[in-house]
């Protein structure tokens, strides 16, 4: 995900907080990105929206631009306990392989495993590379 894309692909969970951000003019994944916390506030107070999954959006938001995610896999990491670019970066492939596998067996999702030992090390050097850089 690229901080200019689109608000698209959210979960049916999070409809009414997309609702409130394209009704507020927040139509980018940069814009959910940069949201502060007086914004999420006043945002969840205007309407539907809540606080937790305005917050949980700015963590996907951030996942997903930072190391270059689509809005599913940056999910994915964020509900297997990874939630932030120095948790991915200080992980190994074969526990965040585990952990997203166990995640996916709990929700029992019955597809194949999304994250194998290659791209699990894919994201991790590209955590550990933005950690780098900022």
Known sequence: MNPA????????GLRDEQ??????GLNTWGDVQNLTDHQISRLAASGRASARN????????????CLDLAPA?????MHAGLATVAAVAGSSPPELVTRTGRLERQLRSGRPPVVDLA????????AKERQNTN
């Open 54 to 65: 305005l917050r949980r959006l700015k963590g996907m938001a951030d996942l997903g631009c």
């Open 19 to 24: 609702a409130q951000l394209l009704a507020s």
């Open 73 to 77: 896999d940056a999910a994915l990491l």
């Open 119 to 126: 791209l699990a090390r894919t994201w991790i050097l590209r």
């Open 5 to 12: 894309d689109p608000l698209r692909e959210l979960p049916q």
